[in-house]
């Protein structure tokens, strides 16, 4: 069986891209109109609905980098995980009726469309459609930058490709993302959503319980062996310290429902009474795949330090030495399955609000709308996924800086404009608009500089917590807004 | 007080918090440093329980952001429509989160320099009060959701309402056209 690993490893990934295209094909045939293409015609089940919110909240991160963290920090990068019910809560609490309601109320496309609707300003959703686009440039480069690195991992492994190139297995990533994002729009990404969801859940399940077998002693004997080397680094605040890991709580927690990928999903839900069946979905779902970030970091830390694994040229590549060493090829063959299915998931929904962004909602805002939607909505999607690929390729640090960039600022950005605005009546647009200025200002700058905050107080944290003070502070200083009769009715709801 | 005001009051707290931490003395050897004999790892520094200003600092940036967390669920909806037993369970999650918090600071006080620490569901114990406490206390919150949705996240009442306002729109655009 090992030595049909790398071939096992191949079908497994190429399986899972054919059924992309599959689902593309079927797509394409309920995309009729721009409101398919941008909202799923507001028809989504609730099992497809639950799946498309927690996939979409973990990126390839959670595959990658999560297991990375935890073996290089210890328990540090667990306060990005043990705060995700409660941001669920806060999302679902804040933001699913709401969103629900206010997008049937006005038709809406999108989440800057919403954001004009509750303030009536189209500054207001010009700037949410800026910080969106900014947001979904850095992070949809990564992302692709990210599945191309891995297909050349796993094609380079094989006989015959061993000499492919990053440029070539960036076409192949991007040909596949587009396919079905094309051809499907938000209906082809929420469904390959689903299969990806489930992969990820099937995954991380099998890996976790490989994991516990990997020592004899399970989990107790690889907190002992870590313990034995360090305390601190199994203790509650890992390597990390107590105040940059409250810093993650807060900004992972809040922050959760200020992502425009994963909160536009709660616009296109069937009945707001699904809500209450999505909810615990979602948070099963998250609670299972992140069974791979959390038991992986820490088995590799201790195969390690135990002297049974040679030590790792970087910490990144934990979760590939594990599958590679320790996992049964059909499970290796999974994971990676489960890795494109977790960075593809982030993708499309990043290329789906993107576009909106730039073919609906920046013209909307400035004063003209085009004709032929779906069609700009298609041909959007694709030059916005070649300049995805090219910032990608050829911007060096910029794309790293825009990447990190992502969740602080799109946090900063939304939670105040949207989960707090939508929820209190004397939130002005003023205020929103500040806020949305200074949490670009802040994160950019402090990556761009690269500023140190102190005991590694997370960046975005701050500008989450110093955007929502002056969102506060202004509308307390400001006179009441009007408010569009209908839509505070909504709000009193 | 006004839910606003709070959170207003929390938000303002959390971040005179983290600039008085800022500015207090930094403890010697408290960062992480890169492992001695592993590069790829980092390995901890002394912990805050040797210091009682920043152990006090960092456990009040802590219980501050769980009020925050706590101040915008209730901003959502606050108590409206609830019996006095589902005010309770909702009061009583909230403590709860508060009071796990707590006995993890608590209970990590001594974790670095104490004896060996016992072991709870094959993590160490201040570990398994983050892991087991923190991570899924919420649930409180996210059965009352699903529990109490029709009563109190979205009455019938409500929906009747909603759906009479998109009727009315529908007409009002219709006329216009």
């Known amino acids: 069986m090992e030595e049909l690993r790398n071939p ?29 293409f941008f909202m799923a015609g507001r028809d989504l089940g609730i099992l497809v609905t639950a799946f498309a919110v927690f996939s979409s909240t973990l990126s390839g991160f959670g595959f990658v980098g999560g297991p990375g963290l935890v073996y290089r920090m210890g328990m540090s990068s667990f306060w990005m995980v043990v705060c995700i019910i409660m941001g669920f809560n806060i999302s679902f609490y804040l933001l699913a009726k709401r969103l629900r309601l206010l997008s049937e109320l ?84 929420v469904y390959t959503d689903l299969i990806q969801g489930g992969v990820m859940i099937v995954a991380a399940t099998l890996v976790f319980f490989t994991v516990l077998f990997t020592f004899d002693g399970g989990f107790t004997e690889v907190s002992q062996t870590i313990a034995a080397d360090d305390r601190e680094a199994i203790g509650p605040w890992g390597t990390l310290g107590m105040i940059g890991c409250l810093s993650w709580f807060f900004v992972f927690g809040l922050g959760g429902s200020g ?49 049974r694994h040679p030590e790792l040229a970087s910490a990144d590549a934990a979760a590939s ?30 290329l789906n609000i993107g ?25 959007t999607t694709v030059l916005l996924t070649i300049l995805s690929a090219l910032f990608a390729l050829y911007s060096g640090d910029l794309v790293a800086i825009l990447g990190a960039f992502g969740w602080g600022t799109f946090a900063a950005a939304i939670v105040p404009t949207v989960t707090i605005g939508f929820n209190w009546k004397r939130a002005t647009p003023l205020a929103a608009n500040v806020a949305i200025v200074s949490s670009l200002l802040i994160n950019f700058l402090v990556k761009l500089y690269g500023i140190s905050l102190p005991y590694n107080i997370d960046v975005g944290a701050l500008s989450l917590a110093v955007s929502l003070l002056l969102f506060f502070g202004i509308s307390f200083l400001s ?3 009007a408010i569009d009769p209908d839509v505070e009715a909504v709000m009193d709801m | 007080m006004k839910t606003s005001h709070l959170l207003f009051s929390f938000l303002f707290a959390l971040l005179a918090l983290w600039l008085a931490v800022g500015l207090a003395e930094v403890p010697a050897q408290v960062g992480s440093s890169v492992h001695p004999q592993f590069n790829s790892m980092q390995k901890g520094g002394v912990s805050f329980a040797e210091h009682p200003l920043q152990q006090g600092l960092s456990l009040s940036i802590g219980i501050c952001i769980l009020c925050i967390f706590l101040s915008v669920l209730y901003l959502a909806k606050g108590f409206r429509g609830l019996r006095t037993a589902q005010k309770a369970w909702l009061v009583t999650g909230a403590l709860l989160y508060l009071g796990i918090f707590v006995a993890m600071s608590l209970s990590h006080l001594h974790y670095s320099t104490g004896p060996a620490p016992s072991y709870f ?13 923190i991570w899924f206390c919420p649930l409180f919150f996210s059965i009352a959701y699903v529990a109490w949705f029709d009563q109190w996240i979205f009455p019938p009442e409500d929906h009747r309402v909603f759906e009479e306002m998109v009727r009315r729109r529908q007409r009002e655009t219709t006329q216009n056209q």
């Open chain 1, 8 to 36: 096992i490893i191949l079908g497994c990934v190429g399986l899972y891209m054919l059924l992309c295209i599959v689902v593309g094909i079927w797509a394409l045939r309920r995309t009729k109109s721009t409101h398919d």
């Open chain 1, 355 to 379: 576009t909106a962004a730039v073919m609906h909602d920046i013209p909307k805002a400035l004063g003209f709308q085009l004709a032929n939607g779906l069609s700009w909505a298609r041909i």
């Open chain 2, 121 to 133: 569901g094959g993590l160490p114990s201040p570990t398994a009060w983050m892991v087991y406490g």
């Open chain 1, 259 to 307: 992502q425009p990928h994963v909160i536009t999903k709660m616009m296109m839900y069937k009945k707001v009474s699904d809500a209450r069946f999505i909810l615990p979905l979602s948070i099963v779902g998250y609670l299972f795949s992140a069974l791979l970030w959390i038991s992986i970091g820490l088995v590799m830390r201790a195969l390690v330090l135990s002297g």
């Open chain 1, 321 to 350: 030495q594990f599958l590679q060493h320790y996992a049964h090829p059909v499970l290796a063959g999974v994971v990676f399955a489960g890795l494109f299915a977790a960075i593809m998931s982030t993708a499309d929904a990043f």
């Open chain 1, 479 to 481: 006179p009441p807004p």
């Open chain 1, 106 to 189: 006005g038709s809406c496309l999108s989440l800057p469309d919403v954001v004009a609707l509750r303030y009536g300003k189209r500054s207001t959703a010009l700037l949410t459609a800026l910080a969106i686009l900014l947001g979904v440039l850095g992070y949809l480069a990564t992302q692709i930058l990210a599945m191309s690195v891995v297909l050349q991992d796993i094609l380079r492994a094989t006989a015959v490709l061993s000499d492919i190139s990053l440029e070539s297995c960036l076409a192949i990533s991007c040909f596949i993302l587009v396919f079905y994002s094309v051809t499907g729009g938000i209906v082809a990404s």
